[in-house]
């Protein structure tokens, strides 16, 4: 009966433009938002960088192997919404589970990583650039981490909603779950592309000497 609520709650709002719902102008804004502070931070370390002439620092190849499974996770959660499409509900739920681990990888390797930066930079350890590197991930990393439990949950839903042939039918009619679905979505590929691109910008200034 709960899904049946869950439709009859949403059935006085207009689904036909989803771009226009609350959830979609909030996750935008959010990003936006997101977008502005590491374009900030990233001039801020160029602004040291190139006024203290401090030596950039090596990144560790764990940083690229993180990039990696957070691609795949990225990958893997798109497909999700092909198998919400086709009402594939095996597929569908397999899809979560699978970004939801490597996400969870993605946050183990993340402090190996971050240890491994203090192994091969002992000398730094007061260096604004070491600082930058870690503030930077560390923001990035908390907005993971602050993604996870909506994430989380949201697997748990379709595990649990995705039993029986009436609820399957339901739930894969309910504008509010693909319109949540687009915008996990649209959040953990923004924040994948932005691992990719903080990455990038590290190994680019380390290669270039001042």
């Known amino acids: 009966m709960s899904q049946y609520k869950d439709v009859r709650n949403h059935q006085n709002i207009d689904f036909t433009n989803l ?28 602004y040291t960088r190139f006024n203290t002439h401090e030596p950039p620092i090596k990144m560790p190849l764990l940083f690229l192997i993180n990039t990696a499974v957070l691609m795949a996770s990225s990958w893997v959660l798109r497909k999700s919404k092909t198998f919400y499409l086709n009402d594939d509900t095996e ?10 681990i490597l996400t969870l990888l993605f946050v183990m390797l993340q402090f190996l990583a971050w240890k491994q930066l203090w192994i091969q930079n002992p000398n730094i350890g007061t260096g604004n650039m070491r600082s930058y590197i ?26 649990m909603r995705l039993r029986e042939p009436v609820s399957v039918l339901v739930y894969f009619s309910d504008p509010l779950k693909q319109l949540k679905l687009k915008l996990l979505t649209m959040y953990w590929r923004f924040l994948d592309l932005l691992w990719l691109y903080l990455v990038v910008f590290f190994w680019a200034n380390y290669f270039i000497r001042i």
């Open 134 to 159: 870690y503030a930077i991930s560390i923001i990035h990393f908390l907005h993971i981490l602050g993604g996870l439990p909506f994430f989380i949950i949201f697997t748990f839903n379709a595990y």
């Open 91 to 100: 597929g569908y739920q397999r899809t979560l589970l699978t970004t939801l």
């Open 19 to 46: 771009n226009t719902h609350p959830y979609n102008i909030m996750t935008i804004l959010l990003l936006a938002g997101l977008t502005m502070i590491f374009v900030g931070l990233s001039g801020a370390y160029l």
